[in-house]
């Protein structure tokens, strides 16, 4: 399915606008909804393929640049040290509570696109794994994916870095699937058996894959990208979303008459 990935838009939050960008697919009707959560670097390539790869499964994508309130919009951190350096301090310059309104915003935006079937997933790598998974407790969202989502196990996400997403496990309501790298030093064996505990305990409907990968083993750049656990992992993503969420409700034909863009 050929996408539309030209599209702006700056969402208003309480803490300012959230520049945030759209994927589509071009044919016509409506489609049901992700917000895709970055990394710290934000929207940048491997982010945009993603989301890209998304719509053109039949979504309509949103992703937001997560440090909205300290950089321009349309800002992108490289992939260095200090790209790493200012995107991990200001994953702790935000408020916790900012990261639960922007997600509520772009949900809300996304539940009112004309495009959007207004049922809603989320999707998130790294730091975004956690947002995504703090997302997923809004009761609207149906699936949630979080791909070695950091610092769930030890309280580390907002200012102060004393976060409550563990004990706000049981707000989870939709399916969640939950991926990790066995070699990724940034959640151990120890974090991760932490917040497997807690889901089950919680009684969440969930899925848990643990491979032999890397931190960022699915970003398309850099050593650590894997394709073969990148490719595995995307066909578990298009599953979840397109049972939990439906895959639309493409026209029979377009304006002009003429039959609209297939599946096929």
Known sequence: MTINDQEVVDIETPTGPMRTHVF???APGKYPGVLLYSEIFQVT???RR???LLAGHGFVVVAPEISHEFEPAGTVLPYDQPGADRGNALKTT????????DARAALDYLKTNPHCTGR??????????HLSFRAAMNPDV????CFYATDIHKHGLGKGMADDTLERIPEIKGEMLMIWGRQDPHVPREGRALIYAAMADAGLCFTWHEFNGQHAFLRDEGHRYD????????GMVVELFQRKLGEGDLSASNADGKPAETRH
């Open 24 to 26: 589509r697919p071009s």
């Open 45 to 47: 390539g491997p982010i």
């Open 50 to 52: 993603t989301a890209a």
């Open 94 to 101: 935000k408020e916790l509570s900012s990261y639960d309104t």
């Open 120 to 129: 809603l997933g989320v999707m998130g790598i790294c730091i975004g794994g």
């Open 142 to 145: 149906l699936a949630g994916v």
């Open 227 to 234: 394709p073969a656990l990148a490719h595995t992992s995307y």
